[in-house]
């Protein structure tokens, strides 16, 4: 191969093209040493380098490298550091917005501050100094709300930098003392559940607020208040524990919070009366199943009713793979116009929110006892990123894969020493999340943490200890754990899923009760029956309340069953007795079926009817026949029935005594047939002992038919 010399015009440029060796880098350090000397840049930002072609290759490649070093994008992680560096510079630079009040003038006085860790589930106390105004500034509808200023266990007697807290107390002076506990608990165990959705990684964080219960010893009687830091912002209340959404005021973040509270306790509860300034949220409200704590703004099932009908999913609730809650047609179309609001919201999911799958082990456990014990060992803190622990796995994905929710497919005391648990501890190590500051005021804190050099601890580790010091046993266990804990869907179909894998699983016997989420389509039922959801010259929902009453029946609430099957065979009905269905949407398998579940389940009035449809054939499907051995069973099944049924209800009015119960299956086995053999001898005794029952009941001419119809039974006996 030949290789021809090309001249100046051949070639754009006069390069020398050679391998690049050491004493090329040797002699481009040099010269970089004596150009920052005299500094000089090129046009694409390199420095100028001699012209000669040795070198012009180098700086070519050189500059190259460094463009490119130039617009490569920062990191994210940096990114986030200098918008915090930002915001705390920002907050720092803000003034006192109560200066102007002048609280470093008042009175110091010492307090007890009692404040609740609902990981641990007790009470920790210490003295505080404060400052209060004598005046409240504000108040609600039960309380009333007063400035005031403490100092932080690290400063001394430095007011001028003391935080503002709002002191709030209730202006009935005959509410108990306990109820500033039980609110601080209600709040805190809010936050727990805070802490819970932010793991799930959703577009926004929520946090609670830090609540205390601040008891001014220096007083006269102790008087206690409630202890909150305040927050500048606008106020907005998002929905209350009556179901109110706020239209004008329409986000996603705090209905999907709620929603996602219904699923992840399993239907146990639900955080609702979601208010504040953005999602810093105060003054929740939590409905339990069982509504009796949480004080009296707990509703229970029928509190969770209200919200779930006036909710509409949203993507944030899609992004978590909750499911939609079953609504009638109707009630759909009623709520068109929320939906087209929430279209308008401006939160865009990420694609990266963690779902909420169904359960696949037991649910024995307190869902808050798991929350605790995965607060203090695993998960997300309130402001990562990414969980420390995954929360899908393999087994987690299968369960879902194999669970219900493939059918329902994700788009994207009086005093104070009442109270025996509490015990002192010291201020050092931050009680939950410690937010405990407002937005500006953290922002001050954590610059002043940093400043001193002392070590802060997140919500993981709580004390600073156990966190760091777990197992990996504790970590796979509390993991095992967090699997075994899933939610259950919101849908019907879920529930029906769910109660037949307990069944198959031998977990439960029972075949109603149970469902809170059966409860809860009762409960709206029957809020359409009092016209809950209409105006008062208007006419309620018939539609929407038979619906819920049929998903009702669906997840096995005895009350329920019990009525769709009377309304099928046409009986008259205790819930919604103004319904009554056409003859062609009757079923009489449907009804019967219904009524055989609720005899199943101990229902003494159902036993009955279904004995005297066996009895008589009236009412009886078609597929069905006169059977007086299904009749006897039924018959002596409701004679032995003096206890309660499955949903813990007893009969006790006796329409039919058990005398005359006894005295027809005493005629039954004298005559025999239809299915059953005749027993005269068994005849006999039946009558005897109706006619005893009816001599205690003092009707003594039935007692002596009884008694004559028992001896000529046997005397069949005899005879054959």
Not at 41 to 64: I, T
Not at 66 to 81: F, G, I, M, N, Q
Not at 365 to 387: C, F, M, N, V, W
Not at 618 to 627: A, F, H, I, N, Q
């Amino acid at each position: 191969m030949v290789l021809v010399e090309r001249s100046m015009s051949e070639c754009s440029d006069d390069i020398d093209i050679r391998p690049l060796e050491l004493a090329d880098l040797q002699r481009r350090l040099s010269e970089r040493e004596e150009n920052e000397a005299e500094p000089g840049k090129s046009e694409d930002g390199g420095h100028m380098l001699p012209n000669e072609s040795g070198n012009r290759f180098f700086s070519a490649v050189f500059g190259m490298v460094s463009k490119k070093k130039k617009d490569r994008p920062l990191r994210k992680e940096v990114l986030a550091k200098m918008r915090w560096k930002n915001a705390i510079m920002k907050a720092r630079n803000l003034g006192d917005p109560w200066e102007k009040f002048h609280l470093d003038t008042y009175k110091t006085e010492r307090a007890k501050r009692h404040r609740y860790n609902a990981k641990r589930q007790r009470w920790v106390v210490d003295e505080v100094a404060v400052k209060m105004e004598e005046q409240p500034f504000n108040h609600g509808a039960m309380r009333e709300c007063y400035r005031l200023k403490k100092l932080s266990n690290f400063q001394k007697d430095d007011w001028v930098r003391a935080h503002n807290y709002v002191g709030k107390r209730y202006m009935d002076e005959d509410t108990p003392r306990s109820t500033y506990f039980e609110d601080v608990r209600l709040q805190m165990d809010a936050k727990l559940w805070g802490e819970e959705f932010n793991r799930h990684n959703p577009p926004k964080k929520v946090d609670i607020f830090q609540m205390a219960v601040l008891e001014m010893i220096d007083r006269e009687g102790s008087p206690l208040y409630h202890l909150e830091h305040f927050i500048e912002g606008n106020y907005v209340k998002y929905n209350s524990n009556s179901g109110f959404v706020k239209s004008d005021a329409i986000r996603m973040t705090p209905q999907a919070f709620s929603h996602f509270t219904f699923e992840r306790s399993g239907h146990s509860m639900i955080v609702v009366d979601i208010q504040g300034v953005g999602d810093l949220y105060t003054d929740p409200q939590i409905h339990t199943s069982r509504g009796d704590d949480y004080g009296d703004g707990n509703l229970g099932t029928r509190g969770m009713a209200l919200f779930l009908h006036s909710h509409r999913c949203n993507s944030i609730c899609q992004s978590l793979c909750l499911t939609p809650f079953d609504l009638a047609p109707s009630e759909l179309e009623a709520s068109k116009k929320v939906a087209d609001l929430l279209a308008s919201a401006k939160t865009i999911v990420r694609g990266t929110e963690e779902m909420v799958v169904t359960p696949i082990g037991d649910e024995t456990k307190s869902i808050q006892e798991y929350l605790r014990t995965r607060s203090l060992s695993s998960g997300y803190a309130s402001g990562d990123d990414k969980p420390r622990i995954k929360l899908t796995s393999i087994s987690s994905v299968e369960s879902y894969d194999n669970s219900s929710a493939q059918e329902f497919r994700c788009e994207d005391s009086d005093k104070v020493q009442h109270f025996p648990f509490l015990h002192k501890e010291s201020d050092d190590y931050p009680m939950l999340s410690e937010s405990e500051d407002s937005a500006i005021n953290s922002a001050k804190r954590d610059m002043d943490m940093v400043e001193r050099g002392r070590q802060r601890y997140d919500s993981m580790s709580d004390f600073g200890s156990e966190s760091s010091t777990a197992s990996k046993e504790n970590e796979l266990f509390n993991f095992k754990d967090m699997v075994q804990k899933r939610s259950r869907p919101s849908h019907v179909l879920g529930e029906i899923e769910h109660r037949k894998m307990l069944e198959e699983l031998e977990e439960t016997k029972s075949k109603t009760g149970g469902s809170i989420l059966g409860q809860i389509h009762l409960d709206l039922a029957k809020y359409h029956e009092l016209n809950r959801f209409v105006e008062e010259s208007e006419t309620y929902d018939h539609e929407a309340a038979l619906y819920h009453l049929n998903q009702s029946a669906k997840c096995g609430i005895l009350e329920a069953i019990i009525t769709v099957a009377y309304l099928h065979m046409g009986l008259p009905h205790n819930i919604l007795p103004d319904i009554e269905l056409d003859e062609d949407e009757k079923d009489m398998d449907v009804g019967f079926n219904y009524l055989l579940q609720a005899a199943e389940a101990n229902d003494r009035g159902a036993m009955l009817h279904i004995a005297k449809m066996y009895d008589t054939g009236y009412g009886l499907p078609e597929y069905r026949t006169v059977d007086w051995k299904q009749a006897v069973f039924w018959y002596e099944r409701a004679i032995n029935t003096n206890t309660e049924d499955e949903e813990g209800n007893f009969d006790a009015t006796m329409d039919d005594p058990q005398y005359q119960l006894i005295s027809r299956v005493a005629t039954m086995y004298w005559q025999g047939g239809n299915g059953l053999e005749k027993d005269p001898n068994k005849a006999g005794e039946q009558f005897s002992w109706a006619a005893e029952l009816a001599t205690e009941a003092m009707k003594g001419k039935l007692a002596s038919k009884y008694y004559m119809q028992a001896e000529e039974a046997w005397a069949e006996c005899e005879e054959e």
